[in-house]
């Protein structure tokens, strides 16, 4: 019980205070990549603390909604960074699995769509509709795509697919595991805003999805909008990281394992991290209404990977 709720603390801590690292990693490599010195790796913790000690500027036309939202994509993100298998397969929530997870999902999706809307902002409800088409379109796939992996590992618990695939490796050379892994990587692209679904650089408000829902906000708000959308980031690089290529990740919530298994989540997140700036450094942002053909291509490999689960047995 004691070992449980400290692996989850533990978690609580790696995705809160690494997800600004990984950001700051990923504008770096990106950078470089383009022949441009960058910023710090560590910048985003200098931009966070100068946003939290300034006071949030808030419009007296909005509502409670409009000052909850940042509480509530921070809450999220934390209560999924314990169901998440990050540093253990044996998370601090046995019971919770991916409909629970995707919950936690949608609820923030819910709050900063209505954020957008009630700042009476028209670029901020321009953002809200084009951000709940875009997460109506992916959410469907991330299900189907874990559901391809609960259907091979038999369970529907996020821990035990770890241990499952873990235990046999052979499971993972399945074409059915590589479809389900290139249609999560494409909606994880939707989902934390990156590019070629989103493009979390720009400041043209034409262009722009999450940081038009955001554009409102100021201060110490715009500090915990930011933290929550880093955080996202890393739960689901660290989703496709444990769940698709599980090994270094202990079933047991002792002090040795759990840091051998954070030492194997840097590595696969620095692989991954190294891939995705890449892929947004050789790819433009997607006009608009091509988002939902990348979408339903990416639904389309997910329920490819359930059928040649059916069809592999």
Do not use: C
Not at 15 to 27: F, S
Not at 35 to 60: E, F, H, I, M, N
Not at 164 to 184: I, M, N, Q, T
């Amino acid at each position: 019980m004691i070992a449980g709720l400290a692996t989850a603390l533990a978690q609580v801590l790696v995705v809160g205070l690494g997800a600004p690292l990984l950001v700051g990693v990923l504008r770096t490599l990106k950078a470089r990549l383009v022949g441009r010195r960058g910023p710090a790796p560590w910048q985003p913790y200098a931009d966070l603390r100068k946003l939290l000690v300034k006071d949030a500027v808030v419009s007296t036309t909005t509502s409670w909604i409009f000052r909850v939202t940042p509480y509530v994509l921070v809450a999220t993100m934390l209560v999924a960074a314990v169901i998440v298998p990050v540093l253990a397969s044996r998370t601090g929530l046995p019971f919770a699995g991916i409909i629970l997870l995707m919950y936690l999902f949608m609820l923030g999706t819910f709050f900063l769509a209505l954020a957008g809307l009630d700042s009476g902002s028209a670029f901020g409800g321009m953002g809200s509709s084009r951000g709940v088409a875009v997460a109506a379109l992916a959410e469907p796939t991330v299900i189907l795509a874990v559901f391809a992996l609960a259907l091979r590992a038999e369970t529907t618990n996020l821990g035990g697919i770890v241990e499952r695939f873990a235990s046999e490796p052979r499971l993972a050379l399945d074409p059915a595991h590589l479809l389900a892994f290139a249609a999560f990587f494409i909606v994880m692209l939707a989902e934390t805003g990156r590019l070629p679904v989103d493009n979390p650089a720009t400041h043209l408000e034409l262009t722009m999805i999450h940081g038009a829902m955001v554009l409102e906000y100021s201060g110490r708000h715009l500090a915990l909008v930011e933290w929550a959308a880093a955080m996202k980031l890393f739960v689901f690089l660290a989703l496709l990281a444990n769940l698709f290529f599980p090994w270094g990740v202990s079933s047991l919530v002792e002090p040795v394992p759990v840091l051998l298994g954070l030492l194997a989540l840097a590595g696969k997140l620095a692989v991954l991290t190294a891939a995705l700036a890449v892929l947004e450094t050789l790819m433009a942002k997607l006009r608009l209404f091509r988002v939902p053909e990348l979408l339903a291509g990416s639904f389309a490999l997910a329920l490819l990977s359930v059928t040649a689960v059916f069809l592999v047995r």
